[in-house]
Structure formats: structure tokens, C-alpha cells
């Protein structure tokens, strides 16, 4: 618990997703859960953007492509949503790309399609090395 406490917005953000997949379960496909979660997110006071578009940067030039992240939270969170059995390589590396598109620090991976929701804390690290990763010691862990 102590962790989540040093983590306010990423614990409100879980806790919204459980009451979701608690109500929900899985087999829903993912627009009907960022839906619901959206829901979930104003009952809580979560300030969010939904289906965000977020600019790539080459050698500081911006390119026409962009990703799409499904929530932006507190202006800070990149928040993925999927409705798949298990969470793989693939997604936990979709989320770590928003974070170095967008420079924000903080991603969160959510997963309604198993039995129990999924979810993991990524972290892109800037303080030593502006180009390394880690997924965080999952300071969100606890149960919100």
C-alpha cells in the first residue's frame, strides 16, 4: 500500500480499471472498455483525454506520423488499453514508444481481456540515460 500511496494517480487510475473489469469482465472488445472506463474516470474526478494523437519527433523535426494513445491522464499518464488474453512484448513496447514520442515519464498497460485485469507500470527513465527504459518496480501494485 505504501507504494501507491507515493503514486496517487496511478493507483485512482487502476482502481477505475478494476471497478471496470470487476463490472464488465473480459470479452468485451477494447472501444467498450475505454468507454466505460472514461465513464469511470469522471466519476472519480480523473482529468483525461481520450484517444489522443501524439506527435513523433525525428532529429527534433515533427513527422506526419502519429501514434494514438488510447488516454493521456493528469496530463501525464499515457494510459493503453487492450482486451487480449495475455499482455505480451509487443504492447508493453506500444506504451514505452508513446513515452519516448512524448517525453512523458509515466505509462500505464491495461489489460481486460483475461480472467482478472492485467496491468503494468512502465517508466521511461530520464535522469541517467534519456534513451533507456525500465519497467518500474511496479510501485501500482498494490490493490487500489
Known amino acids: 500500500m505504501q507504494n501507491a ?3 496517487p494517480q496511478t493507483h485512482v487510475i487502476i482502481g477505475a480499471a478494476m471497478d471496470v ?5 473480459p470479452g468485451f472488445l477494447e472501444n467498450v472498455y475505454q468507454e466505460a472506463l472514461a465513464v469511470g474516470f469522471t466519476e472519480r474526478a480523473v482529468p483525461f483525454q481520450r484517444e489522443v494523437n ?10 506526419n506520423a502519429t501514434y494514438r494513445a488510447d488516454f493521456v491522464c493528469f496530463n501525464s499518464i499515457i494510459v493503453g488499453l487492450k482486451a487480449l488474453p495475455a499482455l ?4 508493453q513496447a506500444q506504451v514505452l514508444n508513446y513515452l519516448k514520442a512524448t517525453g512523458h515519464e509515466i ?3 491495461l489489460n481486460f481481456g483475461a480472467p482478472s485485469l ?6 521511461l527513465s ?5 534513451k533507456s527504459l525500465r519497467e518500474s518496480a511496479k510501485s501500482a ?3 487500489p
Open 5 to 7: 500511496q507515493r503514486d
Open 118 to 123: 492485467q496491468y503494468q507500470r512502465l517508466v
Open 54 to 63: 501524439l506527435p513523433v519527433l525525428y532529429k527534433g523535426k515533427r513527422l
Open 126 to 130: 530520464q535522469a541517467n540515460n534519456p
Open 21 to 25: 473489469h470487476t463490472e464488465l469482465g
Open 141 to 143: 501494485d498494490s490493490s
Open 107 to 109: 505509462g500505464l498497460l
Open 88 to 91: 505480451g512484448g509487443l504492447e
